[in-house]
């Protein structure tokens, strides 16, 4: 997860009642508004979005890395003083929609301004302040939220790591709805509130909705990239199809039927993760005899070694040296958070970011010795990476080339997190390298993360849609949270639910106000950014065993594509990496073609669907 405050991405922090909003009307003749007026005003504002974003980063950061009742306050502060700007920018841009002459560059940073706050508060006095108080309220509520297990509270990342790990299934029923009840349900008036509020900002920028104006920042109209999002998924859903019927035989066989029925949905809490968004927890439970032995565990290895986090980090550095990125700066590793501190209260959820737009580049992590962990410094270091390559880049290009994009980055360099790979950095060693009767072992345990996410990366933004449009009511949001995760994912609570919960809540990215289809894009676009520098690296392999670690061909062209960072459209990016101009799902399934077809044969004569 990326968390800059660069470019719009401030709109995370909301809004605040400014006295800008109660100016006396002014009943001059208005002046007729030019080209040069548009390029002095966005001179203007990109100077004073740059300015305050430094402060608002270190206040964000100090709040995400020590909360507290103080640190909250001074978030909200500096929230509500961040989203006055983007507000009010917002509405100044909009004026110059229809001004004839303005240059492609300009009316590209007007957009930006326009449709970049991610909660837009509106001009009504008060209602900015409430806004980003209840931003923030949802924020620490997660941050300090807590299950139980056992009937002893566990805080967020523990909880993470015990769903992962247990294979009881009274222990994972108990810390499934102990979460959702704790964390998630307490949230739901200030959640309706919210969107309430931030519904009233969007409509006053020219937008139906929140959601419309999140669908507008893709280079293509809302209602367009609504269908790209489904057009790609059926691309990819047959190979989860087949990996849901797989799994859920296999869960079936290792807890029976009153646990875990042979047909229909699967039981929300068995798939190795607080959400069912990732199922590569529970491998073992689904391995194949002999193949599904991959050979090696990558967190083993690591404490084999006796690798601790912060050589994990230089692990993950080392494969950005090789393909010729320049190194970390030494600030990143005094300031960064890259284990949880014994001493207080931090938002362990994993996100990368960029202090001054220029080189303070920190990740923020609990960083444990484990494979995940392992791949998500992988990630985040991607986003660290894209940060930097962009940094010369005008304030408002100072993002990616779409959301997607940055997600993406990071997790195509840990697909070349491969045994040959391993070896390289000497955390294998080659007698110990699978042989390629391995591959289906190790293609299964991939997509239990990668195609298993897929509906979920999906249904988190469609929900969302949903709610800020108003075809999800506040008194149907937990019944349509839970119909779409049954209708995209095929599971179901292992609890009963009802309109008291809220358990969208329960993910981070709801109450962060975190937009979502981005990692869905990343899923797919990933595997084209894998398989087109696996193609420029000269890889005659099976594509699952393609590394391009050490490649500076690759990474001098991948290099080429992150600087451009937003200053052209998300396909001029894509083109300049990859050859073509359309995000596409069949490298995905060009990747795991040998598990899809294994998959097919497992399946037969099994009851698939739910």
């Known amino acids: 997860m990326k968390s800059a405050l660069s470019a719009l991405a401030l709109g995370t922090l909301l809004a605040s009642a400014a006295p800008l909003y109660a100016q006396k009307a002014d009943t001059r003749p208005a002046k007729a508004l030019t080209a040069a007026d548009a390029d002095a005003f966005i001179a203007a504002a990109e100077k004073e979005l740059f300015d305050y974003a430094v402060d608002a980063s270190r206040v964000a950061w100090v709040n995400a890395t020590y909360i507290t009742d103080d640190t909250d306050a001074l978030a909200a502060k500096s929230g509500a003083e961040g989203t006055e700007k983007s507000v009010r920018l917002a509405l ?291 986003h660290n990476y894209y940060q930097r390559a962009y940094n010369k880049q005008p304030f408002l290009y100072l993002n990616g080339a779409n959301d997607g994009f940055h997600e993406a980055i990071g997790d195509f360099v840990a697909l070349s997190i491969t045994p040959d790979y391993l070896v390289q950095i000497g955390l294998l060693k080659q007698n110990e390298v699978p042989s390629e009767d391995k591959d289906l072992g190790l293609l299964l345990r991939q997509a239990m993360d990668k195609v298993a996410f897929l509906p979920f990366g999906l249904l988190v933004d469609k929900w969302r849609w949903g709610v800020f449009s108003g075809q999800i009511p506040a008194n149907h949001y937990n019944k349509a949270w839970t119909d779409l995760r049954l209708q995209y994912q095929g599971i179901v609570p292992p609890v009963d639910r009802s309109e008291a919960n809220f358990d969208a809540g329960g993910k981070y990215h709801i109450p962060g106000n975190t937009p979502y289809t981005r990692y869905f894009l990343a899923r797919i676009l990933q595997f084209q950014f894998y398989k087109a520098a696996c193609e420029q690296s000269g890889w005659k392999g099976p594509l699952h065993r393609c590394s391009f670690y050490g490649n500076k061909e690759v990474g001098a062209k991948l290099n080429a594509m992150l600087e451009m960072g937003a200053s052209k459209p998300w396909p001029d990016a894509l083109e300049a990496f990859t050859g073509t101009r359309e995000i596409d799902g069949s490298a995905m399934i060009s990747y795991f073609q040998p598990l899809m077809t294994w998959l097919k044969d497992q399946n037969k004569g099994k009851q698939c669907g739910w």
């Open 92 to 382: 100044e841009a909009a004026k110059f929609q229809k001004v004839p002459g303005l240059s492609a560059d300009t009316v590209r940073k007007l957009d930006i301004l326009r449709g970049g706050i991610v909660l837009p508060a509106p001009t009504t006095a008060g209602a900015a302040t409430e806004l980003n108080e209840i931003a923030t309220r949802l924020n620490s509520a997660y941050g300090k939220g807590r299950g139980t297990l056992d009937g002893k509270p566990i805080g967020g990342s523990d909880i993470e790591a015990e769903m992962g790990t247990s294979r009881n299934p009274a222990q994972l029923k108990e810390m499934w709805a102990s979460w959702h009840d704790n964390v998630g349900a307490p949230m739901r008036q200030d959640y309706t509130r919210m969107v309430e509020i931030a519904n009233k900002g969007a409509q006053e920028l020219g937008y139906k909705d929140v959601g419309a104006m999140w669908r507008s920042g893709y280079d293509m109209p809302a209602d367009d990239f609504a269908k790209l999002t489904d057009k790609l998924w059926a691309q990819v859903k047959p190979l989860y199809d087949e990996l849901h019927c797989y799994t859920r035989t296999k869960l079936n066989e290792k807890y029976g039927d009153a646990v875990q029925p042979k047909s229909g949905a699967i039981r929300a809490d068995l798939l190795g993760n607080m959400w069912a968004q990732e199922w590569g927890n529970i491998y073992d439970v689904v391995a194949p005899k002999g193949a599904g032995d991959v050979g090696f565990d990558i967190g083993e290895l690591l404490k084999r070694r006796g690798d601790d986090p912060v050589k994990m980090v230089k692990i993950g550095e080392g494969f950005y040296s090789s393909l010729g990125f320049t190194p970390l700066p030494e600030t990143f590793w005094k300031r960064s958070q890259i284990v949880k501190p014994a001493d207080r209260e931090v938002v362990c959820h994993a996100s990368a970011w960029d202090i001054d737009n220029k080189d303070d580049i920190r990740i923020k992590m609990c960083t444990k010795v484990n494979s995940d962990d392992f791949v998500t410094i992988h990630h985040e270091l991607g």
